[in-house]
């Protein structure tokens, strides 16, 4: 007897989400994280892909640099405040979308995500948890600062807050 509430075999073909898709699917929203330095160094740079998308993601997080510095340099332009850390969408490309912060020290964090319909909401709260996530790890004694985050500890909370993100907008 076979159950009538029964799984396709491949969701993603029918169209129809397991809960073990869904998770993966959720799971691979995130592509790449990464923490740029006020002198544009990469002081973190994690993408949660396979090996072969890592150059890519890393050219796409650099070229991100000159949309941050437009957008900060020509304010009127580009819609946000003189106050506001959170610079939304960058640019969007054929297979990614690219969002930007900005600290009060100059810090970029840029975020490259796979998910085209990403709400606002759950991109500010990812920003919010990251930067008191980078806030922690610099804070540390023993770290040098405008050198890479080498923090095992950092490494592990950037890959909880990308595994919850778009689960809840509560942080």
């Keep these: 007897m076979q159950s009538q509430s029964r799984l396709p075999a491949n969701p993603s073909r029918t169209g129809a989400k397991g809960f073990g898709s869904l998770i993966k699917w959720r799971e691979k929203m995130i592509v790449c994280v990464a923490v740029v330095g006020h002198q544009n160094n990469p002081l973190y740079v994690q993408s949660f892909t ?6 890519k993601l890393h050219h796409i997080v650099h070229c991100s640099l000159d949309v941050v510095d437009e957008r900060v340099n020509n304010p009127k332009k580009s ?24 600290t009060n020290t100059k810090v970029k964090f840029v975020l490259v995500t796979t998910d085209l319909d990403v709400r606002d909401a759950d991109v500010r709260n990812f920003f919010r948890r990251f930067h008191a996530a980078y806030v922690d790890a610099v804070s540390n004694p023993f770290h040098v600062p405008g050198k890479k985050i080498t923090s095992k500890t950092f490494a592990e909370r950037v890959s909880n807050i990308v595994k919850s993100f778009g689960l809840s907008s509560a942080g």
Excluded: H, I, R
Excluded at 50 to 55: H, N, V
């Design 50 to 55: 396979d090996a072969d998308d890592a150059l």
């Design 79 to 102: 819609g946000p405040t003189l106050n506001e850390t959170f610079l939304g969408m960058l640019y969007p490309t054929e297979n990614y979308k690219v969002y930007g912060y900005l």
